[in-house]
């Protein structure tokens, strides 16, 4: 019966109503997308870093990452590399040399990150082969091939077949260098990454590094699934107590804020627009009361209980949320299964996104867990702002109401 009343009692100025319902639609419908669209934006990024850039899991000395020394290694890694394969979750293993080094072209140079790796076993630990976009990826070049970015292939003004020579610090502390022939070119969409990092194979780099048989800086471990993470992490962390152990969100802190910190903005932007809309809900509802202030008078007169009044009213707001809150988030699910389809292209920004490390193109994913509490949230703004105009139609004085004209 009360709730049949409030129904009534919405569409007597629809005209009213249906400016609060569309006002809701359209914020539930931004806030939904939004968050969808961050949340592909961030997942790509996240992917992108994981699978490209870091991997899942890195073993180094434990002081390599603050020195970023050659003398800070980890020995026996080819027997690590077997005793780590077997673990549960582990589809990938790949010990890799880390120099910092300068790389120079007959034109110019840079300072560039200098990866000695097995080119077979890096393809299970990473997906940067796929990025070839000239050449190959250690093939077509017999002696001493390196694969290296376009950012540095523009930078060095160098192409595939160009010679470049890499000059570092030997295990020894002597400077010594190499001349390498560029088999591959790479083009990720991260061209910072693009322009500091340069891959040789393991071999061609150890003997010029000098490093002690069965050594290296760093052991890349890929997983089957995030699932495995802490587990394998764990485990590794036992086998290997005087070794340092990093997952990916330690590795490269930029990731893990993403994954973990952005979830608190983005409800953060959902709460902004629940408060302008609970505002527009509480305006809206006073207004109806003061043009039934009579009606609600002789209610009371007629012995209508005031708990009966105030639910009435309450029904109101929270009809006009669900309603709205409820086709807000059904049209934003709707164009984010589209958009997650068709993909949101920004090509006319490549520049700016790949300086970010970020793809030109987004695909929005739905994230049911924000969605459902968004959903919560809207019912309980409906209820919050209602309670006020309850309330103030709770004070009428019946004979007061029932002399208003």
């Known amino acids: 019966m009360i709730i049949h009343v409030a129904w009534k009692n919405i569409w007597r100025n629809p005209t009213r109503s249906l400016v609060v319902i569309l006002a809701m639609v359209v914020g539930m419908f931004a806030g939904i997308f939004m968050v969808s669209f961050a949340k592909g934006m961030m997942k790509e990024r996240l992917n992108r870093g994981i699978e490209t850039e870091v991997s899942h899991i890195q073993i180094h000395h434990p002081k390599f990452r603050e020195a970023d020394e050659l003398k800070y290694q980890v020995k026996d890694v080819f027997q690590k590399t077997k005793?780590?394969?077997?673990?549960?979750?582990?589809?990938?293993?790949?010990?890799?040399?880390?120099?910092?080094?300068?790389?120079a072209s007959a034109e110019t140079g840079s300072g560039v990150k200098l990866i000695g790796t097995d080119p077979d076993r890096e393809k299970t630990v990473s997906n940067l082969y796929t990025y070839i976009k000239k050449g190959k990826w250690f093939e077509g070049i017999?002696?001493?091939?390196?694969?290296?970015?376009?950012?540095?292939?523009?930078?060095?003004?160098?192409?595939?077949?160009?010679?470049?020579?890499?000059?570092?610090?030997?295990?020894?502390g002597n400077i010594t260098s190499g001349a390498f022939r560029i088999a591959g070119i790479y083009q990720t969409v991260n061209t910072s990454f693009d322009e500091t990092h340069v891959y040789v194979r393991f071999n061609d780099l150890d003997q010029l590094a000098a490093l002690s048989p069965g050594a290296a800086?760093?052991?890349?471990?890929?997983?089957?699934?995030?699932?495995y993470l802490n587990q394998v992490k764990n485990k590794l962390s036992n086998m290997y107590p005087n070794l340092e152990v990093l997952t990916w969100k330690k590795l490269n802190p930029?990731?893990?804020?993403?994954?973990?910190?952005?979830?608190?903005?983005?409800?953060?932007?959902?709460?902004?627009?629940?408060l302008a809309l609970g505002f527009g809900i509480v305006n809206t509802i006073l207004m109806a009361i003061l043009?039934?202030?009579?009606?609600?008078?002789?209610?009371?007169?007629?012995?209508?209980?005031?708990?009966?009044?105030?639910?009435?009213?309450?029904?109101?707001?929270?009809?006009?949320?669900?309603?709205?809150?409820?086709?807000?988030?059904?049209?934003?699910?709707?164009?984010?299964?589209?958009?997650?389809?068709?993909?949101?292209?920004?090509?006319?920004?490549?520049?700016?996104?790949?300086?970010?490390?970020?793809?030109?193109?987004?695909?929005?994913?739905?994230?049911?867990?924000?969605?459902?509490?968004?959903?919560?949230?809207?019912?309980?703004t409906g209820i919050v702002a209602a309670i006020y105009p309850a309330l103030k139609a709770l004070k009428l004085n019946p004979a007061e109401a029932l002399r208003t004209e």
């Not at 589809?91 to 040399?97: D, E, F, M, Q």
């Open 83 to 103: 005793d780590i394969e077997k673990i549960e979750g582990v589809n990938g293993v790949s010990p890799r040399i880390v120099i910092q080094a300068m790389v």
């Open 142 to 172: 017999s002696r001493n091939p390196v694969v290296i970015g376009q950012k540095l292939a523009d930078k060095l003004n160098v192409h595939v077949r160009s010679k470049i020579v890499l000059t570092f610090q030997d295990d020894e």
């Open 217 to 227: 800086q760093e052991i890349a471990v890929h997983l089957s699934s995030q699932k």
């Open 254 to 274: 930029e990731f893990g804020y993403i994954n973990d910190v952005y979830d608190y903005y983005l409800y953060v932007f959902i709460i902004i627009i629940l």
């Open 291 to 380: 043009e039934r202030v009579k009606e609600l008078g002789m209610l009371m007169a007629i012995g209508m209980k005031k708990g009966r009044i105030f639910r009435m009213i309450m029904w109101e707001s929270v009809m006009m949320s669900i309603i709205g809150g409820t086709l807000g988030v059904g049209i934003g699910l709707l164009v984010t299964i589209w958009t997650n389809h068709t993909g949101i292209s920004f090509d006319s920004y490549k520049t700016g996104f790949e300086a970010l490390g970020y793809g030109t193109t987004v695909h929005p994913i739905i994230d049911w867990g924000i969605t459902i509490n968004v959903m919560i949230l809207v019912f309980v």
